[in-house]
Structure formats: C-alpha cells, structure tokens
C-alpha cells in the first residue's frame, strides 16, 4: 500500500501540528526546518511538493488556559498562530498549507470519518474508566504503578491523577493488531529510524486495547454528530489532520494527487500515536498507508531535554537575530542524523559556525569572487587548457551532486552536508596549491589563472545549489553574486551541471555570507576559562610554518571597530594587507615603519569584510591587549625567522 518514493512525481511532507499551549521553541523549528529542506529538495527534484504543518488547537488545556488569560479559546489560538507564523516566516519555512484544526472543513471532515468508522463497526459507544491527569488531558497508561496510598501519580508531570469514569466512544484498536503487524513485516521502513520500528512493534505485539476517542467533560473540541454532548478527543481529531489538509472531502483532485503522505515528521515522544494509532484509523477508513513516519530525536541543552516546564528552553530569536536563519538551519540539519538526539550549547553552535560556515564556505565564495573581480574585472572569460586536476574538480563535483541526491532522498540530510563540506575543502585546497595570487602576477600565464579561477567558480556555483535546501538564503545571494538572471530554484536537479556557469558572465562584488561572531560576543559574557595544555610538536611541524619578517607600510583603523586595524604590510617579493587586533595597544600612525614577524603561510580569513593574508606575533596579556615583538635593529623585509 506504501508508494515508491523514487516513482512517484509527487511528495507528500507533513509536520505534526503543533499545539497552541505553548511557546514556538527550537524543538518545533527543528521539526519544520527538516520538512523545509527536504520540501525544497524535491522541488529542485522535480516532483510537485505538498508541505503541510499547522496547529492543533481544541483541548481542555486551552480552554483553561485562555479564560486564566480572560480570552476566548479562538481567541488565544489566534494569537499563538500570530507568533507560530511569524517564526516560521523568520527562518524561511516555505510551507504550502498551514492547517488549523478549527477550521471549518477539518471539523467537518473528521465527523465524517467518525461516522464512516461507526456506521462500519469501528467505533462503538462503551463506558471509559480510567486514571486520569487533568494537566495532561490524558488517561494514564495502564502500566503505571498504583503508589502506596492507592493512587496513581501522571508520570509526564507528577501530578496526582483521578479515577473517571464516563461514557465514551471507542475506537476498535484490537481489531487492527495483526493487521498492523503484517504491515510493518511487509514495511519495514514505515517507521525510522530502524530502531524504533522494533520499539512499535514489540508494543503492539504486546496487545492492544480499543481506544477511547471521545469526552464528555471537554468542551472545546469538534462534537459528535447526532451525539453532540461528547466531543471528539484529541488524537482521533488530530491526526486526521494529514487528510483534512490536502482535501479529505473539499478539494478531492488535491487529495487524490497527494494522499497517501509520503513523510510525517514527528518528535519521537508521539511515534506511538503516528505508528499504532494512525495506520489503524486510515486501515478502518480504507486509506493506503504513509510511505514513513520518522521519529526525530530532541535538542538536549546541556544534556536535558527542553521543556517549557524546566525554564530550559531556547529561545530561537536569540540566535536568528545574531546569525540569521541559514546558520540556524545548517546547524540543526548538520549537527546529527534526524533519529538521534543531539546536544545544543551555544559554544558548540558558534564553533561550528564559525568553521564550518564563516571559514570554509564564507571564505571559499569571498577569495574566489574577489579575485575574479581584480584580476578579471569580474569577467574570467576563456579558459586555457584543463588539466588533470582540473577535470578531476569537475568529475568530482558530477560524483558529489549524485550522492547528494541519494542521501537526500534517504533523508540523511547531515550526511548530504558532511559530503558537500568534503568537495568543498578540496576546491579550497584547490585554489591553495595552484596560488593563483602568484599566477596574476605574469601575464603569460593568464589562461592557466582564467581556468583555475573559472573551475573554482564553477564549484562555488554547484555547492551553493547543493546547499540550497539547507540554507536558501544564502545559495540565493551566491547565485546573485555569480550573476546569473533566474532563479536558483527553477534550474532542476537533472538539468545542474558544473559546465553551467559561464565564464563570460560577470561576477558581482561579494559581501561576506557569514560574518564570524565571537561567542563572548553573542552570549554577552566571557565563555568558561579552559585549562589548556599545549601539546608538543615535531620540528617538521614547525618548519611548516612560513614566519617572515614584514614592514609595516600603511595602518588605519577598521570602521565600525576599537581593537582592529587594517595594515599593508611589505614582505620583501610582495606586498599583503592584513587585520590585527591591535588597535587599543597601538595608533595606527605608531606602527607605520615597524618590522615585526608574521605568519606568511596561514590560510587569509575574512575579518569584517576584509580579507587577511597574514598574522602577525604578538604577547596577548590576560585582559586582551596585544604587545608586538620588535626588532631592536635594522632587518630586511622577507627575512626568513627561524
Ligand atoms: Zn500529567
């Protein structure tokens, strides 16, 4: 009944919806940042792209909520619609449809279904006694412990639960518990990761009882037709969302296009309502099946899971506001496999992004663009011959751009990345072993400089497509600074080739992508001093740095800055400029004419817009002000130190 994704020409992708007692956290952008990239990557797929998400809004816990506030119900969903959308808009969630359970034709749609299943014997009207916890709106397993006193305690929220007793429909769960077995046998992939398939199906294995889908205690829910004192409860009025959505009964071209789903991305704490509950309730109303529920894993901080009751959780504008949203994306995408949980500190964060975004791609676009511009005016034009290395560039990038399809597919999304981030550090090592600085300065060798620049450009250009889903904006702007005149998402996956780019477009003055932030600087605080022991290096490892005596030949301030100045520096064979932090020790006009050593060889970064191409040695006392070594005679500029 589960359809193959790699025939069809449609996807299906769905988050849960989420529920309006609560603040929009890192959890639930997580959640919609995953659908958000893979939604992206099968339109640049070709496939025509259903992103649903939404809101579940009905439930004593609103209600309750919304008088303490002295709003109505509607009125307080309203208004954590406002913010819900407001983040999503925030961090680029291009989503087709945003479902709200108290629209019109959800409720009328999950009072047919109901019907459907009772007029069929799937539901029948019983008696519900349970143990119940009126913070949780939920009957306490089964399995929970009676306490010593005689009753039970919720174990979500340690609150004590009261017995209820109540008429209530049922849903006629034990029917379906072979069949759902069966279907997982047949389906092994219904639910990921693998693990927690085992999980589900050693649950049901266990037995399943029929499932209580009303209340008469709720009010503010979607009532029973014919029966209206009890109101449909939570799950059977929730999860039916997936059909009311794409046109269950209103729009029937649109749901016969896209049903079944074909990805429900869930948190893992509601697999069990996802792979037991749901499956058995599309199975009675004689739906096929979703391709795949997949279980993510939380966001810990520091090692605890967020939860608006433990004051722990993140708040995702902090770090939108000083990153904006690609680096936010990247890092939740990049960071662990969807199944697993991972670990949010801010350090970790910020390393990252600095490395891996501001370092190794930020700067990769910025030296590539800015050379074509001052050594090109902007134009590469015609190459010179490839040679081996050059082709090599290139086959690679036809070798990566497949494995990035297959993994997406997968929905190994971190995977897809962690190749990208390989492909791209070799064109990094690229540039550096072909030294087109050293290239410019002949101009015989031009046409060599216009193929390495050309090939490195053309590799810029494929990355940022490879990277669009994950970080649209960003591709955006590269696609931009490249010139090209359509849109990044309407070149096809099939149709991207890295013989794409054309050398005769002009290249457009790049602004740097991902301005480094020092993490004292974002948290607004000193991180935690770190012992540090230096390891001991071989005399090989030493030679491999290039330290030179430099003259100083220009200083000035960096706009904007208290502790950087811009230099131009003579190395004896060139000239270089470099940013060093020294301006609270030194005016500029002090250091013009000065001979200190410098490290030639590092890697230029791009410090506030400027790239550096050299570091110079300084004594950096504990409260941060630099003291340069100088030379207490006359030495010539390029002298080797040593
Ligand atoms: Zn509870």
């Known amino acids: 009944?589960?359809?193959?994704?790699?025939?069809?020409?449609?996807?299906?992708?769905?988050?849960?919806?989420?529920?309006?007692?609560?603040?929009?956290?890192?959890?639930h952008a997580y959640t919609t940042i995953i659908a958000d990239a893979l939604a992206r990557f099968q339109k640049l797929a070709g496939r025509e792209v259903f992103f649903l998400t939404g809101t579940d809004e009905?439930?004593?816990?609103?209600?309750?909520?919304?008088?303490?506030?002295?709003l109505t119900p509607i009125g307080l969903a309203d208004k954590v619609v406002g913010r819900i959308l407001d983040l999503w808009k925030a961090l680029d969630i291009e989503y087709d449809f945003f479902i709200r359970t108290t629209m019109d034709f959800h409720e009328a749609g999950v009072q047919k279904l109901f019907q459907q299943l009772l007029d069929k014997g799937d539901i029948y009207k019983g008696t519900y006694k349970g143990w119940y916890c009126v913070g949780e709106e939920n009957f306490l397993a089964d399995d929970v412990p009676l306490d010593p006193d005689g009753t039970k305690?919720?174990?979500?929220?340690?609150r004590k639960a009261g017995v209820v007793s109540e008429e209530s429909y049922f849903f006629k769960l034990s029917a379906y518990q072979q069949p759902l077995l069966d279907y997982y046998a047949a389906n092994p992939s219904f639910v990921r990761p693998a693990s927690r398939m085992n999980e589900v199906a050693s649950f049901v294995r266990q037995?399943?009882?029929?499932?209580?889908?009303?209340?008469?205690?709720?009010?503010?829910?979607?009532?029973?037709?014919?029966?209206?004192?009890?109101?449909?409860?939570v799950w059977f009025d929730a999860l039916n969302n997936y059909l009311t959505a794409i046109g269950y009964d209103w729009k029937p071209d649109l749901f016969r296009k896209f049903w079944p789903a074909d990805l429900h991305l869930i948190g893992k704490d509601?697999?069990?309502?996802?792979?037991?509950?749901?499956?058995?309730?599309?199975?009675?109303?004689?739906?096929?099946?979703?391709?795949?529920?997949?279980?993510?894993?939380?966001?810990?901080?520091?090692?605890?899971?967020?939860?608006?009751?433990?004051g722990n959780v993140l708040d995702p504008y902090q770090i939108l506001n000083a990153f904006g949203p690609d680096a936010l994306r990247y890092f939740l995408l990049r960071e662990v496999p969807i199944g697993l949980d991972g670990n949010f500190s801010h350090e970790g964060f910020v390393n990252r992004v600095n490395s891996d975004l501001a370092n190794d791609f930020g700067n990769l676009v910025q030296r590539t663009l800015t050379m074509v511009r001052s050594y090109f005016g902007g134009i590469v034009g015609e190459p010179g011959p490839e040679a081996s290395d050059d082709a090599a560039l290139r086959s690679e990038f036809d070798a990566l751009k497949a494995r990035v399809f297959a993994l997406m597919n997968e929905y190994a999304i971190n995977k897809a990345l962690e190749e990208v981030w390989v492909y791209l550090n070799q064109v990094n090592k690229y540039l550096a072993d072909h030294e087109p600085w050293k290239l410019a300065k002949d101009p015989a060798r031009k046409p060599r400089l216009a193929r390495i620049l050309g090939q490195a450009t053309a590799a810029v250009r494929g990355i940022s497509y490879l990277v669009y889903p994950v970080m649209p904006r960003t591709a955006d702007k590269v696609w931009n600074y490249l010139g090209e005149t359509g849109r990044l998402r309407d070149v096809r996956w099939a149709d991207l080739a890295f013989e794409g780019w054309d050398p005769k477009r002009e290249v457009r003055e790049p602004q740097p992508l991902f301005p480094r932030v020092a993490l004292k600087d974002f948290l607004g605080e000193e991180p935690p001093k770190k012992e540090t022991t230096m390891e001991q290096i071989g005399f090989e490892e030493f030679q491999r740095m290039d330290l030179?005596?430099?003259?100083?030949?220009?200083?000035?301030?960096?706009?904007?800055?208290?502790?950087?100045?811009?230099l131009e520096i003579d190395l004896g064979t060139e000239k270089r400029q470099m940013v060093a932090g020294v301006a609270e020790t030194y005016p500029p006009e002090d250091l013009v004419g000065k001979s200190l050593v410098v490290i030639a060889n590092l890697k230029p970064a791009v410090i506030r817009g400027i790239e550096s191409q050299a570091m110079l040695l300084a004594a950096v006392s504990p409260d941060g002000k630099a003291i340069i070594p100088f030379f207490d005679r006359e030495v010539a500029p390029g002298t080797k130190v040593k």
């Open 1 to 27: 009944m589960a359809k193959s994704s790699e025939r069809r020409e449609t996807f299906y992708v769905s988050t849960p919806i989420y529920y309006v007692n609560d603040i929009p956290h890192i959890g």
């Open 58 to 70: 009905h439930g004593q816990k609103i209600e309750k909520a919304a008088a303490e506030k002295g």
């Open 153 to 158: 305690i919720c174990p979500d929220c340690g």
């Open 207 to 233: 037995g399943l009882k029929d499932l209580s889908i009303t209340r008469t205690t709720v009010k503010w829910g979607i009532p029973v037709l014919g029966d209206p004192k009890h109101t449909i409860y």
């Open 270 to 310: 509601i697999l069990r309502f996802h792979a037991v509950y749901w499956p058995a309730f599309l199975m009675a109303g004689g739906f096929p099946l979703p391709g795949c529920v997949f279980g993510h894993g939380w966001w810990l901080k520091d090692e605890a899971k967020m939860s608006k009751s433990k």
């Open 548 to 566: 030179k005596v430099a003259k100083i030949v220009q200083a000035e301030r960096v706009a904007g800055t208290t502790k950087l100045l811009k």
